[in-house]
Nanobody, 119 residues
């Protein structure tokens, strides 16, 4: 089992920044890939960014490219999402997820952290 705990959400004005953290514990050696997702009220959950745990290969949704940066601290089994130039449309619950494989679905999910951007 892998446990994931997000932190760092909050209320910020448009144009501001936040950094989300996702701390992984348990069988972290089994993780190959981690990612951030978000879900806004009334909308489907969407992928925001992902990172391959072994080589730092990253992917981003077009809507966040150039504004968000995903990174990891493998020594502390923690993943981050630096969010800059935040927009009102970034308001959502943000979830982190972990996967055994480099591709496909995710096996473990965190409980989510709320990000609210006021315009």
């Amino acid at each position: 089992q892998v446990q994931l705990v997000e932190s760092g959400g909050g209320l910020v004005q448009a144009g501001g920044s936040l950094r989300l953290s996702c701390a992984a514990s348990g069988r972290t050696f089994s993780i190959s890939r981690m990612g951030w997702f978000r879900q806004a009220p009334g909308k489907a959950r969407e992928s925001v960014a992902s990172i391959i745990w072994t080589d730092d290969w990253t992917t981003y949704a077009d809507s966040v490219k150039g504004r968000f940066t995903i990174s990891r601290d493998s020594a502390n089994n923690t993943m981050y999402l630096q969010m800059n130039s935040l927009k009102a449309e970034d308001t959502a619950v943000y979830y982190c997820a972990a996967a055994f494989l480099r591709t496909g679905g995710y096996n473990y999910w965190g409980q989510g952290t709320q990000v609210t951007v006021s315009s």
